[in-house]
């Protein structure tokens, strides 16, 4: 830890919600933020956050239709409500309330993902982060694959309270290492702090760093952070304190960025427009199996 703060160049309110399918209502931090910028906040590429809300009672369950990804993965963190999802290659399962899924869809895959069935039949309070993250040009053909994590199995270290505690996901804060295998360096944690409490993160310079706070009344590095805000620092040392004045979950992003050329077209992120086009193609072909609405 240093004695000096890294400073937050910018606090971003949540610009305004957009519905993904009819079972998701995100706001949309990055890309295209005029400050983070189109390429956004490399290795994380999109971040759609889907605040808390509460749905009513459906009969069919709510969702997005069936839908490819290549070149990339998808970090998907379920708060509130339940996420079931099906892929063109036999996979299926169920994110619950503090599950995590780590889908690297890499060389290709038709995926659809909906509200659980049992949540959508009662209906109720539905949150979730939904982060893109970019793979390098070496890895993007790798074969698909998943990796679940429940709640019960994430790295949990105890914080100087004795109560609150940083969950983490990816990465290693302070000898505690998360259970998320990753193609590049990168810290994903969820800080979960009681009223009172403190954190100190500290990465490296050149990590693209941003906290989400999912819940509660934080102030970070002296600056107050109203909940739904994202915090998003400038590439420099120092240290990243947070304290929460209540209760407080804060999604905690930092990685090394990728210094290659994006091409980024709907569901494909790839470095080239001809490989945008192969993707389009192959898509087309049946090359990336078959899925059933």
Partial sequence: MSNSLRNIQAILAPPPPHMVGDGFRVHNFFPGNDIIGKKGMSPFFLLDYNARISFGPSKE?????????????????????????????????????????????????????????????????????????????????????????????????????????????????????GPAFTFTPMEVYNAKLKAGASATLNFPANFNTG?????????????????????????EEGDININASSDAIVLVLSGEPIDEPIAAYGPFLMNTWAELEQAVVDVNTGKFGVLEE
Avoid: C
């Fill in 61 to 177: 369950p709510r969702g997005v239709g069936v839908h490819p990804h290549r070149g990339f993965e998808t970090l998907s963190i379920a708060y509130h409500g339940r996420i079931a999802h099906h892929d063109s290659a036999g996979n299926s399962g169920i994110i619950k309330e503090g599950d995590v899924q780590w889908m690297t869809a890499g060389s290709g895959v038709l995926h659809k993902e909906y509200h659980e069935k049992e949540y959508s039949q009662k209906g109720g309070d539905f949150q979730m982060v939904q982060i893109w993250v970019n793979l390098p040009a070496k890895d993007k053909m790798t074969t698909p694959k998943y990796q679940e994590i429940p709640n019960n199995s994430m790295a949990r270290h105890l914080l100087s309270d004795g109560v609150s505690y940083m969950e983490v996901i990816a990465g290693n804060y302070e000898g505690t290492k």
């Fill in 211 to 235: 906290l989400l706070i999912i819940e509660g009344s934080v102030t970070i590095n002296n600056q107050p952070v109203k909940p739904d805000h994202f915090a998003y620092f400038k590439n």
